[in-house]
């Protein structure tokens, strides 16, 4: 499905560092990530729709992602109309997009919070600048857990040997504005010198893995990517060092939502006494969510299987809880996934 706007901007490569998401001229353009990894094109957001579309089909995705363009979204949303009645229209059709990454509800309640203490003639104004401030919160957020996570890659180091990261799913630099959240602690070693190498899962049945893969190749980080049951082999055989994903939302007591699968690895990763850890910004804390259990869990259409006239069941998230959990990585430092109260904003 595409609503067209992938017309507007097209065929231009990206940087190195490229960019998930940036304003444009009172418009929005981002990386339409459903094209990855076989073509690279840019998708021009100029209204609310465009913004909602983008989130729901995943043209934009990963938690810190979609909490940005929502917050985008919103000030694309104000363009014509200011008043009460339209914000909270704007802020509806968007929370309506997709229920997981809490990002995406933070950022809207954020918004909603400045917008409504602001007159209706500044208030477009406002959006856009609450909505640049929240991306480039974001960048700086992940870019001080990678320095978090560097100091946990080098303590894991091996005999010189690099460090064998596994992954799940792409919790990455297009999951986000900009480093990454598992990928950030990568990159950072990557930058500092010392050999990492990442194992990275592929995530049916939207292939998360290949944009993982892509960006790695793209930033010239060692990998190899594997089909998501190849995960409990490699870890029984000793050739993963620690475990390290994203999340879509952290409950208060540390239990975490992510890729459909990663249950699965934290399972088998404690089998094998293989750290796991979470790394996540946090703006994906929802300490309102007192436990795993109150984390809504994205049913997405069964046509994603692509298995025809059978019946289907796709939840896009499990949860895995706490005790399986070495530690948060934020950008607050690396917390017990049960001491979580002691980054409460
Ligand atoms: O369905 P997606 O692709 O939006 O799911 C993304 C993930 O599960 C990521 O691991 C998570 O959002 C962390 S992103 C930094």
Known sequence: MDNGASEKVSGQKPALINPTIREDAGGVVILDQTRLPHATSFVRLETLEDAAHAIRVMQVRGAPLIGATAAYGVALGLAADTSDDRLQYVIETLAATRPTAVNLHWALARMRRVLENSALATRRDSAWNEARAIADEDKGANAALGQHGLGMLRAVRRDDQ????????????????????????????????????????????????????????????????????????????????????????????????????????????????????????????????????????????????????????????????????????????????????????
């Open 162 to 345: 690099p460090v064998n990261v596994m992954t799940h799913c792409n919790a990455g630099r297009l999951a986000t504005v900009e480093h990454g959240t598992a990928l950030a602690p990568v990159y950072a070693a990557h930058a500092a010198g010392l050999a990492v190498h990442v194992w990275v899962s592929e995530t049916r049945p939207r292939n998360q893995g290949l944009l993982t893969a892509w960006e790695l190749k793209e930033a010239g980080v060692p990998h190899t990517l594997i089909v998501d049951n190849a995960a409990g082999l490699l870890l029984m055989q000793g050739k993963v060092d620690l475990v390290i994903v994203g999340a879509d939302r952290i409950a208060a007591n540390g239990d975490a939502a992510n890729k459909v699968g990663t249950y699965l690895k934290a399972l088998a990763a404690r089998a094998h006494a293989v750290p796991f850890y979470v790394a996540a910004p946090l703006s994906t804390i929802d300490f309102a969510c007192l436990t795993g259990a109150d984390i809504p869990i994205e049913e997405r259409a069964a046509e994603e299987l692509g298995a025809g006239e059978v019946t289907v069941a796709n939840p896009a998230f499990d949860v895995t809880p706490a005790a399986l959990i070495s530690g948060i990585i934020s950008e607050r430092g690396i917390a017990a996934a049960d001491s979580l109260a002691q980054w409460t904003p």
